[in-house]
């Protein structure tokens, strides 16, 4: 286990998380901001997924060829690029389409190699312990940004927020690249990958997949509804996830110590039953109550999938697997999304906000899915 290693991809982490942050819980707001419908702004998640499984094979097939950490780095350059068009779209511009695109991409880039480098640097006795201590950083350093962006923005608007994104994210490049590439360069082979074997993973990421873009959209929307200024809602986020840290330092310990399916059931189960509560939120002292403990429990539950993922990575063919892994996480997301898109046509903006609490919290439930 390369310390080094280790602790520089923790910082380039840590620099990515904190880039994103600041106005990642704001981006569904921005959109409603410059006139976007809820039915909109789910066809731009829709766009999203379907960018995802275009590029998914080409990440892939990058990790295999060059490695996995130089393609995280485009994910971060393409990053660049998507806040660089985002700042500049209006309403019903091509922009918001070539945005969703590329954010896309950036997910496709991102979050495959990403799997692919931790299970590398990280041996199945101290997944947990490493785990938790990555999220631990991830989560300090995501949960300084959106009370950081929400006075950026209230302050200065979006431009100024998007533009401080940019300036951490250039660290974020260059920290991840200090250290030689760990990822055996071999050429990819999906035929190695028995779909019939692993279908119930893919399943199960879908549904994680579905609560997560979901809930990300319709409760932002619904907090922004109740809490319109946006440094309000930058220190409920930032409360909620200093919160979690807690949850991570002790669930890092547990994940190593139990059953890894019976903490994600029970885990699930939790966090289902806490993003169901979110509908009764109507002031800021209840957001902020519900999205605490909203957020703990999810990253409860993320704690023992992520050490579940990484268990069955070490029995396929890490690349390979991932790749079918994130595709169809992104093809039962972008099903699932259309679909919801449809069945809000006829509802008010506050139907359709509490349908989508409700829909993305019952959705967890299906993560259990997964193998044993």
């Given at each position: 286990m390369n310390i080094k290693e280790i602790k520089l991809f923790y910082a380039s982490n840590g620099f990515f998380n904190f880039a994103s942050s600041i106005v990642g819980i704001f981006i569904p707001i921005y959109l409603f901001e410059k006139g976007y419908s809820l039915s909109f702004i789910i066809l731009f998640f829709v766009l999203v997924q379907f960018s995802r499984l275009i590029f998914l094979p080409i990440s892939a097939w990058l990790s295999s060829a060059i490695g996995a950490k130089k393609v995280i780095s485009l994910s971060f350059i393409a990053s660049i690029i998507f806040y660089l068009i985002l700042d500049k779209i209006d309403h019903l511009s091509n922009g918001f389409y070539l945005s969703a695109l590329i954010y896309g991409m950036v997910q496709a880039f991102?979050?495959?190699?990403?799997?692919?480098?931790?299970?590398?640097?990280?041996?199945?006795?101290?997944?947990?312990?490493?785990?938790?201590?990555?999220?631990?950083?991830?989560?300090?350093?995501?949960?300084?940004?959106?009370?950081?962006?929400?006075?950026?923005?209230?302050?200065?608007?979006?431009?100024?927020?998007?533009?401080?994104?940019?300036?951490?994210?250039?660290?974020?490049?260059?920290?991840?690249?200090?250290?030689?590439?760990?990822?055996?360069?071999?050429?990819?082979?999906?035929?190695?990958?028995?779909?019939?074997?692993?279908?119930?993973?893919?399943?199960?990421?879908?549904?994680?997949?579905?609560q997560i873009y979901l809930g990300y959209v319709v409760w932002s929307i619904f907090i922004f509804l109740i809490v319109s200024e946006y440094d309000k809602i930058g220190l409920i986020q930032t409360i909620s996830l200093f919160v979690s840290i807690a949850v991570f330092y002790i669930l890092g310990i547990w994940v190593d110590k139990f059953d890894r399916k019976k903490v994600l059931m029970w885990g699930s189960l939790i966090s289902v039953f806490a993003d169901l509560m979110?509908?009764?939120?109507?002031?800021?002292?209840?957001?902020?109550?519900?999205?605490?403990?909203?957020?703990?429990?999810?990253?409860?539950?993320?704690?023992?999938?992520?050490?579940?993922?990484?268990?069955?990575?070490?029995?396929?063919?890490?690349?390979?697997?991932?790749?079918?892994?994130?595709?169809?996480?992104?093809?039962?997301?972008?099903?699932?999304?259309?679909?919801?898109?449809?069945?809000?046509?006829?509802?008010?903006?506050?139907?359709?906000?509490?349908?989508?609490?409700?829909?993305?919290?019952?959705?967890?439930?299906?993560?259990?899915?997964i193998r044993k």
């Open positions: 991102l979050y495959l190699p990403f799997l692919v480098h931790l299970s590398k640097m990280s041996p199945d006795n101290d997944r947990g312990k490493i785990l938790g201590k990555l999220n631990i950083y991830s989560a300090i350093a995501g949960a300084l940004g959106p009370i950081f962006g929400g006075i950026i923005i209230s302050s200065y608007g979006f431009s100024a927020g998007f533009s401080i994104v940019i300036l951490f994210l250039i660290p974020a490049v260059l920290t991840l690249l200090l250290t030689p590439e760990i990822s055996k360069i071999r050429k990819i082979n999906f035929r190695l990958i028995n779909i019939k074997k692993i279908y119930p993973d893919l399943i199960a990421n879908g549904f994680l997949n579905f979110r509908v009764f939120a109507s002031s800021f002292a209840s957001i902020l109550l519900l999205n605490t403990s909203s957020i703990a429990f999810e990253k409860a539950k993320r704690m023992a999938w992520d050490a579940k993922i990484q268990e069955h990575m070490d029995r396929e063919p890490r690349t390979e697997y991932v790749c079918f892994f994130e595709m169809g996480g992104a093809f039962v997301t972008f099903i699932f999304l259309i679909l919801f898109m449809l069945l809000i046509q006829s509802l008010s903006l506050k139907d359709a906000l509490f349908c989508g609490i409700i829909v993305s919290s019952l959705s967890g439930i299906f993560i259990n899915l």
